[in-house]
């Protein structure tokens, strides 16, 4: 099988954290590398140098990189052959230099030491953990199964690969006898416990109740919280809120996508450990003989102890609210995603026609100390009327309320929000249907949720693999102003060990700077180009390195064969 590896960009920690995100598109297996993004971004590289590694390196893979803030070098290791013996592996290094402007100093070799990839080193070949898989069976009945996950490394990527095996199951009760069913799930990466918020099924089950239990890996069950509605809801959203201190809480959560019109599947990303739970109900049309109000919402903080610790209800301007997105920073929540006026949510959110659904209006919500500090709802007409693109741009791509795939949200340090997300189309290809992305859009509103501007962006490539996956993008905050990047995608190449093949997506990075007050955008700037066409793509491990010391960052990549190193300096300014 031919494995395809894309980028997407997260700013969640500094550290290479890989998260392989498994997908099938159109008949072909995609891995997605989350790569790290910090700082600010200018749109000049201070410094830009080249390498040509050896035949050995480039048939190995680069495994580490290193930066010494003291002498300012920065060491790349490649792997260049590996053995395993009795479970215990030897590796040789190929270790580059290079000096503070990225000039080659020297190459080092080490013959049969030990491989000091920190995840190797702590687990080995191959090593098991036991966890648990919680999900309704077929007819809706909450089934807890154990699980046995083995995870063996793999030589070729530089990670390990994990197969899942089953084990006993049990089907929870409460004290009445009555079963469950399972209604949103949270995992936490740390203890490997999860948090199951489920209802109850049978004759004598509370109607309009929900139940939170935590489940640790050896299926004891404990629940820590109960909550009650007068009338049926219907959930809105759900999803994991960062609140590590560390964490930039952007909501920059890559979606569970299903590759078929009808809607998108839950989003499983984040991690319990450090992350609270929001949910979003609305009121369902099911209590409109009490009643009910289409414009009653109430929104549920959950920590990560499984406890509901805010219940704040929402009247709304627009009563069906599709949100997106969800962010969380300096004890302020934000809420944002299209509307419409008129129904129920219920009534108008189904699967066989929300991908088809044209929406009027885009409404957005901050909640700060338990109270709605502002709700705002925003008509496609002011889209229209702020729409502003990058000064050489002749085309004038919009939001026209139809299908739109959010990205992220950011807060900017005077309380305004950008919104950045892509516009897409469904198509037919080999009598598969699948998604094609089209062009990128951000929204700026500014401290009380008034749209600001609305920019529209004519990617550099438009061919069809830049169509066939999201575009990777991201921002970043600059003194009084506001840095919009996008990864733009220019084809693939092919890498090859022995038999195995991986489909590297050949990204480099576009810059453009907003202007945080005026809402000016200035035109987009490209890295990685010779004499105006991409040369050098992203390293599909090591793409962005941080170096906080000079307050810049160094683009890593390499050209299309993976022959030689570009190294692309910016400056944070």
């Excluded at 491989?115 to 007819?139: A, M």
Aim: glycine share 8%; with cysteine; net charge neutral.
């Amino acid at each position: 099988m031919r494995f395809i590896a894309l980028f997407l960009i997260s700013e969640n920690t500094l550290t290479m954290n890989i998260m392989k995100i498994t997908r099938l598109i159109g008949g072909t297996l995609i891995l997605i590398w989350m790569l790290p993004v910090t700082g600010l971004f200018a749109q000049k590289l201070a410094i830009e140098s080249t390498y040509t590694i050896t035949k050995q390196a480039k048939k190995g893979y680069l495994d580490e990189v290193k930066y010494d803030p003291a002498t300012k070098v920065t060491m790349l290791s490649f792997v260049t052959r590996a053995k395993s013996n009795n479970k215990r592996s030897k590796v040789n290094y190929q270790n580059y230099f290079f000096d503070q402007d990225y000039k080659f100093i020297k190459v080092e070799e080490e013959t049969e030491v030990d491989y000091r990839n920190k995840l190797y080193q702590k687990h080995g070949d191959e090593y098991s953990v036991e966890g648990i898989s919680i999900q309704n069976n077929l007819v809706g009945t909450f089934v807890i199964k154990k699980k046995l996950i083995t995870y063996t490394w793999d030589w070729f990527f530089g990670g390990y690969n994990k197969k899942k095996k089953l084990l006993e199951k049990i089907k929870p009760k409460d004290e009445m006898g009555n079963k469950y069913t399972l209604v949103r799930r949270w995992e936490n990466d740390e203890t490997g416990e999860v948090l199951a918020m489920v209802g109850g099924k049978g004759k004598n089950a509370t109607p309009n109740e929900y139940s939170f239990m935590m489940i640790d890996k050896s299926l004891n069950m404990k629940l820590t919280d109960v909550a009650k509605f007068d009338d049926p809801k219907t959930i809105v959203y759900s999803g994991y809120m960062p609140m590590a201190a560390d964490d930039d809480n952007s909501g920059d959560e890559e979606e569970g996508e299903e590759e078929e019109e009808g809607g998108e599947a839950e989003d499983d990303d984040g991690n319990l450990s450090n992350s609270d739970i929001a949910i979003l109900f609305a009121a369902s049309s099911l209590g409109k003989k009490a009643d009910a109000d289409e414009h009653s919402y109430i929104f549920w903080r959950i920590n990560n102890n499984g406890v509901i610790t805010e219940k704040i209800p929402l009247q709304t301007k627009a009563s069906v609210w599709d949100v997106r997105q969800v962010i969380y920073t300096e004890n302020s929540i934000f809420l944002m995603g299209p509307a419409n006026e008129g129904k129920y949510y219920d009534q108008v959110m189904s699967k066989s026609n929300v991908e088809n659904k044209k929406w009027k209006l885009f409404q957005m919500a901050k909640i700060t100390n338990q109270k709605i500090e502002y709700l705002t709802t925003t008509n496609l007409d002011e889209f229209d009327a702020k729409l502003k693109t990058p000064p050489s741009q002749k085309k004038t791509p919009s939001y026209d309320g139809k299908r739109i795939r959010l990205a992220f949200a950011k807060l900017l340090p005077d309380g305004a929000v950008v919104i950045a997300g892509q516009n897409y189309e469904w198509v037919t290809q080999n009598k598969v249907r699948r998604r094609s992305y089209r062009d990128p859009i951000m929204f700026h509103f500014d401290n009380q949720g008034v749209l600001l501007s609305q920019y529209g962006v004519r990617r550099e490539e438009n061919q069809k693999s830049a169509t066939y996956a999201p575009t990777g993008m991201w921002g970043s905050i600059g003194k009084g102003c506001f840095y919009w990047t996008i990864y733009e995608m220019n084809g693939f190449a092919d890498e090859k060990e022995g038999d195995r093949k991986i489909t590297r997506a050949l990204l480099y990075p576009s810059v453009a700077r907003i202007d945080a007050k005026s809402g000016e955008i200035g035109d987009f700037v490209q890295f990685g180009l010779v004499k105006d066409k991409p040369t050098y793509y992203l390293h599909r491990r090591h793409g962005i390195l941080p170096i906080k010391e000079d307050n810049a960052i160094v683009y890593l990549g390499t050209d299309k064969p993976g022959k030689v190193l570009w190294f692309g300096k910016v400056v944070l300014e």
